[in-house]
């Protein structure tokens, strides 16, 4: 049966280890699900027999660590989510995948978005979601590609410069809503919005109840087009 399997739904179940190389043979495999399974610790071949994975789940599991072995040739891996784990940064290389678009990294520890983790997926990544983090900072490397949408609710946003965002020539929705942001200088954020709709790009960006420092205290999201004038 292993060898036939493309789907594996294991989620909200009690298992609390993953045997060294237990998906053995399971060379289909395209779809597996391990949320909320109190593993906390994955060896780091358990998906090598697994060239076809397209879609892995794994939040949930009380994980720390994960390296880029992990990961080893895996080019048709697009979805990853690793949600709701004690994850506090992310080592050099780990999401290296050439194919993959979207990465669910919310609810874990993550104190800094750094492009060094990313790799090759730099030039596939779509969507990031990282809502409820410790971020005070993005790697202005991961605005300047293709991303499509960068969630960041719930950060600390300390240490943005919003204008690095004008050398994306892809739409960027960004969504920064409820986070705490220090604006290096006061205009930055007004001057990105103001100059990617004057050269009809595609930029959202979403801070309603943000709040910020720099004589720019209360930032409404809803009316930044009238106030471009700074």
């Not at 004690?86 to 290389?93: K, S, V």
Request: glycine fraction near 6%; include cysteine; aromatic fraction near 10%.
């Amino acid at each position: 049966i292993a060898q036939h399997l493309m789907f594996l739904d294991l989620r909200n179940n009690r298992i609390a280890s993953l045997p060294r190389r237990i998906f053995d043979g399971m060379r289909r495999m395209y779809y597996l699900d391990l949320t909320g399974n109190p593993v906390q610790v994955i060896p780091s071949d358990t998906f090598h027999s697994m060239p076809n994975l397209g879609r892995l789940l794994i939040a949930d599991c009380g994980l720390s660590t994960l390296t880029a072995r992990h990961f080893q040739e895996k080019p048709f891996l697009w979805q990853l989510e690793v949600d709701g784990n004690h994850f506090t940064y992310f080592a050099p290389n780990v999401f290296n995948l050439p194919s993959l678009e979207n990465l669910g990294i919310s609810a874990n520890r993550i104190e800094m978005l750094d492009s060094a983790s990313f790799g090759a997926s730099l030039a596939s990544l779509t969507h990031i979601s990282a809502i409820n983090n410790r971020i005070h900072g993005v790697d202005s490397l991961l605005l300047s590609r293709v991303l499509y949408s960068l969630e960041l609710q719930g950060n600390l946003c300390t240490d943005y410069n919003f204008i690095d965002i004008q050398t994306n020539r892809e739409a960027v929705n960004m969504y920064l809503n409820g986070c705490f942001i220090n604006f290096r200088r006061r205009n930055d954020l007004l001057r990105c919005e103001y100059q990617q709709y004057n050269q009809d790009y595609t930029c959202m960006l979403s801070i309603n109840n943000a709040e910020g420092h720099n004589d720019f205290p209360r930032v409404d999201g809803d009316h930044l087009s009238e106030r471009s004038n700074y």
